[in-house]
């Protein structure tokens, strides 16, 4: 579930778990060109990634940089944005590109209970296919910014 502040200076939200209890903290950076966020520890603040999103070029994608101080990203998103079908890619020396998620929305036409909880509590819904090792809760995280960022309510 994802909470947002009501009166906050910036964009910030909180990704929850079943229970409520907050994983992570997303913020859009402020005095941004780009739009980029930071992802934060929910328990004590500390930055773990920043995500800017390259939104000008002909073929949409996120780049994520881990809190190293690295200057290449470590993960690359890429895809259809609109149609809310992206890959979530791993940068590794030496082996390039490797792919370690994908995302897609589920169709609110895949059946009539799908469209009527769709209509009524305007919930969407996502199958995510994470690889064996992976850090479901940073890729659920991830997914979760990719769909603030290209949010259909924002005109994306």
Not at 138 to 155: R, W
Request: with cysteine; glycine share 6%; hydrophobic share 40%.
């Amino acid at each position: 579930m994802l909470a947002a502040a009501t009166f906050s200076m910036g964009n910030k939200r909180q990704l929850l778990d079943c229970n409520k209890v907050p994983i992570c903290m997303m913020e859009q950076k402020m005095m941004s060109l780009h739009g980029s966020w930071i992802m934060s520890r929910a328990d004590n603040g500390m930055k773990v990634a920043e995500i800017k999103p390259a939104l000008a070029s002909l073929t949409p994608s996120i780049k994520v940089y881990l809190n190293d101080g690295d200057k290449e990203p470590d993960f690359l998103i890429q895809g259809d944005f609109r149609s809310k079908r992206f890959v979530i890619s791993q940068r590794t020396p030496g082996r390039g590109d490797v792919k370690i998620a994908s995302v897609q929305k589920e169709s609110k036409y895949a059946n009539s209970t799908a469209f009527l909880m769709s209509v009524m509590t305007d919930a969407q819904k996502y199958l995510l296919t994470i690889d064996p090792g992976v850090d479901a809760a940073f890729v659920t995280a991830l997914a979760t910014l990719c769909d603030e960022i290209f949010n259909d309510k924002q005109g994306a």
